[in-house]
Structures are given as structure tokens and as C-alpha cells.
């Protein structure tokens, strides 16, 4: 038995049988990790000496009888958790060298249910971009052609478990950062609702749009870590106190009565015609499983990236003008007056992107454009709500693709910010909506690459959507197939 390759639930079953105990199950995935991830680069950080300390304590309770379904199960958390006593660098040079003195409540959480952290992961710098090919350190790889992006900002957290680095991760979602991955590498990837999952403890990007979820292997696993994550916080602002329903109940079989509304506005010209195939293939198998189709309207979706990015970098803006080279993080020394040692340690301690996302938000911004930019962006970002708002009204879910076309090449869009920037025009009015939504394996390309299916749902029905997707997995075995690494 392959242990690195079993689900979270597969993995537990076989603990509490007293089959395999977690020492065995993290050595399998430390293995390897160090037999695979000189080819992905999955991993910022990895912590083997802590995680073996704290798989044999997760044994001792389990032989107890006690713990619960993450109790000695190896996850990875994306780098841009704080984890106290662990580097956490959110793919930057400027925090290259932060240890945080606290973790995130996600993070603190994992520690109470006594799983196990094998390391932190590979991202875009703060989260910016669409390919991980943004991480000051390195780039990520898709493990199912290692020419390819493995998608980002969390391709990281999407390669560790399609390559089976680890048994379950944890990504965060701005505007696709783990819909968008997942879909590139075959996996599960879940954004709940806004304010479902605390924020506290995750370094910003953009505030209004920033959301932790789970990347898992199945959509069973999906729901067992959406069961552990998700509640109200008093540490933010943004988290909303509201009833966190058992995902797992959510499980079952049957889609009678259900009702799919399909976006018109996602099936447009420039699709790829292979993910086209795969997503209305995916619809048919969701019909034939009791749903009802149902054509919607989503018109402002065309507006979706010029919002996202002023919005989105607005926000950085003001988040990331923190980063001074005073009080944390890198220093470029040398410098004989405090602008110019901004200047030098901001220039050199952040990369291009982040460099050119913090200039196009403190444009939009300045005086005489705020106006113009960003205020504008935020009326048009109401419309864009009242869209899902509407469509809702008729159907249950929306299916829709996660991703124009499979993964790109490295380096094919590197010189070419707007097309990386359009490569998430799915995904993106969903998170300005605030919405739930996930990614699901549905299919491949001739070349081999995954295809993932957007299943969206309203506000805090994340419910909904586990269960489509749950029984869409029932019925293909897209899921199932591996890299060949």
C-alpha cells in the first residue's frame, strides 16, 4: 500500500483500525516528498523533525481511542498562514526571514485536532498572480507535465496533493488562487462563502476578498476540512456568526429536483475547445444524475477582470504599504535618509508584480482618480453581485469552466500580464460576489492535462455544492487518476 496516496478519510479509517499509524503515514509522505519535489518544488518550508514529534503523539491518542477524523493526518498549509515558529514568507523576499509570533486560528485549529504539519508551500508573491511562476523562491511545477504552471496563487498547496506530497492542503482564494489551481492539477478545491472561515492571522492582499479553503484529493475530504475550518472568529471583523452546518451530511446521493443554471456569459468565443467539451460533458452526467438545466444571464461579467484589478490592487496598496523595512522583514541597507531606505528596500524586497500591482492601486487610488478607478470599480462590483443575486432566483447552482483552457507553458504569459490576468476570468466575479464556489475534476485534455468544472452556489450554501460535486464524482473517476511522476 502506496500510503501517500490515501484521502484523508481512507487515511483515518486505517488509523483507528490500528492498520497504519501516523509515524508510518507522514515517513511515507516526507519519502515522498524527498523522492518528487526537486521536480515540483511544491514546498517553501518543511518541518520533518516537528511533524515525526507530532505523528507520534497523534498515535498515542489514537491508540487512546480518542481524536477525530484529522488526528495524525499530514497536511501542508499555504505560505501565507502565519504558523507561529515557522518561517512564513508569503512567497517574498521581504519576508524571507518573519517567523510570526502566533498562528492563524486555521493553523491553531489543525493543532487541536492533532493533525499533522509537514510544511508551508509555494505561492505567487502575496498571492498575486495565476501560475506560482511569481514566488520570489522559485517556480512551482504541474505534476502532470512539469513543462507546465501548475496555476496559482496557491499552485503550491494544488501540486503538494496531486503529487501526493502531503494527504490534504490548504489554500487561499482572492480571485481563483485555489479554484483555479485545482483545476490545473486534477485535485478538489473549495472557496467558501466570504466571512465562512476566519481570516485572522492570513497576511492581506486584498481585504475584501481574501478567503482560506481546502485542496483535497476528493470532495469527501473537501467536506471533512471545510468541517474543521469554518466558523465564526471575533479576531475578524469580516467573520460572519452564523450556524456551521456538518458538510459530511452533505454526502449523499441524488440530484432530483435540483436545478443548474448554466451562465451563457461563461461559453463565449476564446474558450478552449477541449475544456468546452469536457464542462458540457460534465453538465449531461449532472443531468442524468436527476438535475434540471436552466440558461441564465451573468451581463456584467465582462467587466469582471478591469474590476478585479483595480479593486484588488487598491487594496494591496494600502495592505502592503506596511512592508517599510521599520519594523519587520527585509532591509536593503546603505540607504542615508529614511525615503530613500524605503525606496531601496520596497524596490528590491518585493518582485515585478507585486511592484506593479501596488502601483496601479495607489493610481486608482490618488486624488483626481479615485473617482474615476476605484470608485467606479466598486459600483460595478454591486451590479456583478446583483448578476448571481438573480440568477440564483431560478436555479440552485451554476456550472460553469474554472479556466479559459488547461495550463499554459512556463513562461508562455510572463511578458504578458493582461493575458495571465484573463486566464481568470472565470473565477473572478465569483469571488467579488462573495460567493461559494469549487473546482472538480471533470476531464483531460488529448495532451493529458485536468479540466476542472466551477460549481458556484449562493451565499453560505457551500452545502449545495458539495453535494453536486459529490455526486458528479460518484459517477466518473476523474478524480482517481495520478501524475505520472
Known amino acids: 500500500m502506496d500510503l501517500c496516496r490515501l484521502t484523508i478519510h481512507e487515511a483515518h479509517d ?8 501516523s509515524v508510518e503515514l507522514t515517513s511515507a509522505v516526507f519519502d515522498r516528498i524527498e523522492e518528487v519535489e526537486d521536480r515540483v518544488g511544491a514546498y517553501i518550508t518543511l518541518i520533518r523533525e516537528r511533524a515525526m514529534a507530532d505523528a507520534a503523539n497523534a498515535d498515542k491518542i489514537i491508540r487512546r481511542g480518542q481524536g477525530g477524523p484529522l488526528t495524525g493526518i499530514p497536511l501542508a498549509i499555504k505560505d501565507v498562514l502565519c504558523a507561529e515558529g515557522i518561517p512564513t514568507t508569503c512567497g517574498s523576499k521581504i519576508l524571507k526571514n518573519f517567523i510570526p509570533p502566533f498562528s492563524s486560528p486555521i493553523v491553531d485549529t489543525f493543532g487541536e485536532a492533532n493533525a499533522v504539519i509537514v510544511g508551508k508551500t509555494n505561492m505567487d ?16 511545477r504541474n505534476p502532470w507535465d512539469l513543462m507546465r504552471i501548475p496555476g496559482g496563487s496557491s499552485g503550491g498547496s494544488a501540486a503538494a496533493v496531486a503529487a501526493d506530497e502531503c494527504i490534504a492542503a490548504i489554500g487561499t482564494d482572492t480571485g481563483g488562487s485555489i479554484r483555479q489551481p485545482a483545476s490545473h492539477c486534477g485535485v478538489v478545491g473549495i472557496k467558501p462563502t466570504y466571512g465562512r472561515v476566519s481570516r485572522f492571522g492570513l497576511v492581506a492582499f486584498a481585504s475584501s476578498l481574501d ?28 467573520s460572519v456568526p452564523r450556524e456551521v452546518p456538518d458538510y459530511t451530511e452533505a454526502l449523499q446521493t441524488g440530484l432530483k429536483g435540483l436545478v443548474v443554471g448554466i451562465p451563457e456569459e461563461y461559453f463565449v468565443e476564446g474558450l ?41 490592487s487598491a487594496e494591496a496598496s494600502s495592505n502592503l504599504a506596511r512592508y517599510d523595512g521599520v519594523r519587520y522583514g527585509f532591509r536593503e541597507s546603505g540607504a ?37 478607478y476605484y470608485k467606479k470599480a466598486s459600483q460595478v462590483r454591486t451590479l456583478i ?39 481568470d476570468i472565470f473565477t473572478l466575479p465569483p ?25 458556484l452556489g449562493k451565499h453560505f ?25
Open 14 to 21: 486505517l488509523l483507528v483500525k490500528g492498520e497504519i499509524t
Open 125 to 140: 508573491e502575496f498571492a498575486m498572480g495565476s501560475s506560482t511562476e511569481h514566488s520570489a523562491f522559485k517556480p512551482t
Open 211 to 238: 478567503q482560506i479553503g481546502p485542496v483535497t484529493k476528493d470532495v469527501t475530504d473537501g467536506a471533512i476540512l471545510m468541517n474543521a475550518m469554518c466558523g465564526y472568529d471575533p479576531n475578524d471583523s469580516t
Open 272 to 312: 478552449n475547445e477541449e475544456v468546452a467539451q469536457a464542462v458540457d460533458s460534465a453538465i449531461e452526467v449532472i443531468e442524468g444524475l436527476g438535475a434540471t438545466r436552466q440558461p441564465v444571464s451573468l451581463p456584467h461579467t465582462e467587466y469582471a477582470v478591469a474590476v478585479y484589478y483595480l479593486i484588488a
Open 336 to 372: 542615508d535618509e529614511l525615503i530613500q531606505m524605503y525606496r531601496d528596500t520596497r524596490s528590491k524586497g518585493f518582485g515585478s508584480e507585486v511592484q506593479r500591482r501596488i502601483i496601479i492601486g495607489t493610481y486608482a487610488l490618488s486624488a483626481g482618480y479615485y473617482d474615476a
Open 385 to 423: 453581485m446583483q448578476d448571481f443575486t438573480q440568477a440564483f432566483e431560478t436555479c440552485d447552482v451554476l456550472l460553469a469552466p474554472v479556466a479559459p483552457a488547461p495550463a499554459f507553458e512556463l513562461g508562455e504569459k510572463l511578458e504578458d500580464p493582461l493575458a495571465m490576468y484573463l486566464s
Open 431 to 455: 469571488s467579488l460576489a462573495g460567493i461559494a464556489g469549487m473546482s472538480v475534476p471533470c476531464g483531460f485534455s488529448e495532451e493529458g492535462l485536468p479540466i476542472g468544472l466551477q460549481i
Open 461 to 485: 450554501d457551500e452545502e449545495k455544492l458539495i453535494r453536486v460535486a459529490y455526486n458528479f464524482e460518484q459517477a466518473t473517476d476523474f478524480h482517481t487518476k495520478k501524475p505520472n511522476l
